[in-house]
């Protein structure tokens, strides 16, 4: 079912007003149509691989190669440029910003072990990816396991 | 399939009540308002950790910087004490009293912890600090080169807990697996206040099973995993956990945005996210 809209909010409020499944929308945003969500599969995907970047700049950072952590980085923002959902789009608008700001900070000159703030940027930005994976495999384990 | 189950488990793919609007992005004060049931706007909002002064590293941070910050997610006040300063001498003097100078002039947004280093003559600043007002202490293992079971560590401790001084220790980046040390030192020091820098996440998840029977040891959140922040929320309960940022290192916004995200997930209650986010520092402090 295709619903239009620009606002995140309105669609997902749309969705469940309607009783309609996520995965079964896409959205016209009026310059292009992209699912309201991914399938499992595809989601999980996509956060690993955006983990994985961010999770190897932080290592690399630790060991003090900078180049090459500066080298995920800019993976990582390529493989977080186009918004593969419509609803993505908000929360890899954010990774992008945390990315940039642990580049930034080396590029300023904090490139040293006893530099602490490029850590804490990547840190945010794998937390993020983690949150994203999280947040449907804590969902499904708790239909599984229901809170008594 | 989930028709049949007989209802669409939508929070697996959102939030109706935390997906942002337009123009609204993620670290703006509208949608961490909402992320956190309202808290940020109906209840006092208390940081654990934060740095004025600075760093060897380069980091620094002033007082109005500090504020703005808060100011601009509703923060009541923070927690704050020296970083890492290159002026800390053998005690930490220095940068101590920096601390208290900002406090005087916002003593309504801060309570200033005093910094100091086991492997010096820690006793006259910690007398003086003590008797200037400070409300805890910050102990940085790595930054000042000691095991937090070493008899000078413990002494500070002990000091501590006979004043009734909560301890900040930072068990985060760059420090070992402590949660046995951890867990020796508030079995002998029952009145000792413990409160973990970063949630002890080298140690993790051992330090969850180590530390939950000690009702006296308290997990800070700034810069955790999110994976190991779940296992502090969902082991620990909400009643142990203290927001923190370390700002400047981290930002209200993440820090803020991280935590509320977490405890949503764990399935923490709305009513608790009052404690999590300054109920308990508040407590623990005598102020709640």
């Keep these: 079912m295709l619903l239009r809209g620009t606002d995140p909010l309105e669609v997902c409020q749309e969705v469940v007003a309607r009783g309609l499944h996520p995965e079964e929308i896409d959205v016209d945003t009026g310059d292009q149509i992209l699912p309201l969500v991914l399938d499992d599969r595809h989601h999980l995907l996509t956060w690993i691989r955006l983990y994985s970047r961010c999770l190897a700049a932080s290592t690399l950072f630790l060991a003090g190669a900078v180049d090459r952590c500066v080298w995920e980085i800019d993976a990582a923002l390529i493989a977080a440029e186009d918004a593969p959902c419509f609803l993505d789009e908000i929360y890899l608008a954010e990774l992008r910003d945390l990315l940039r700001s642990a580049r930034e900070q080396m590029l300023a000159g904090e490139t040293d072990i006893e530099h602490y703030g490029p850590y804490v940027a990547l840190t945010e930005a794998e937390n993020l990816c983690a949150t994203r994976m999280i947040r449907r495999e804590v969902h499904a384990d708790r239909r599984r396991y229901p809170r008594t | 399939m989930v028709g049949q189950l007989g209802r669409i488990p939508y929070e697996r793919y959102f939030e109706t009540s935390v997906v942002p609007e337009p123009g609204v992005p993620m670290h703006s004060y509208a949608y961490l308002r909402r992320l956190t049931f309202d808290v940020l706007e109906t209840s006092p909002v208390w940081d654990t950790h934060a740095h004025l002064g600075r760093d060897r590293d380069g980091r620094s941070l002033g007082l109005d910087d500090l504020l703005r910050d808060l100011d601009e997610y509703h923060v009541d006040g923070t927690v704050v004490f020296a970083f890492d300063d290159p002026d800390q001498g053998v005690d930490f003097r220095v940068p101590n009293e920096r601390v208290w100078a900002a406090y005087e002039q916002a003593p309504d947004r801060l309570i200033p912890f005093m910094r100091l280093n086991p492997n010096g003559p820690w006793q006259p600043e910690y007398r003086r600090c003590l008797d200037c007002g400070h409300r805890g202490i910050k102990l940085h293992p790595r930054a000042q080169d000691f095991p937090l079971g070493s008899p000078a560590a413990r002494e500070v401790f002990g000091q501590a807990a006979a004043d009734g001084l909560p301890v900040l220790v930072h068990t985060g980046y760059g420090t070992g697996a402590v949660s046995t040390e951890l867990a020796a030192i508030a079995r002998e020091l029952p009145d000792l206040l413990l409160i973990l820098g970063h949630s002890t996440f080298v140690d993790m998840p051992r330090a969850v099973a180590v530390l939950a029977a000690y009702p006296n040891i308290y997990f800070e959140t700034s810069v955790v995993g999110a994976y190991d ?28 945005h991280e935590l509320a995200v977490m405890a949503n997930i764990v399935g923490v209650e709305a009513a608790h996210f009052a404690d999590l986010f300054g109920g308990n520092l508040l407590r623990l402090l005598g102020r709640g």
Excluded: K, Q
């Design chain 2, 229 to 256: 922040l779940f296992e502090v929320l969902d082991t620990i309960g909400p009643f142990r956990v203290l927001y923190g940022s370390d700002l400047p290192y981290a930002s209200s916004a993440n820090s803020l």
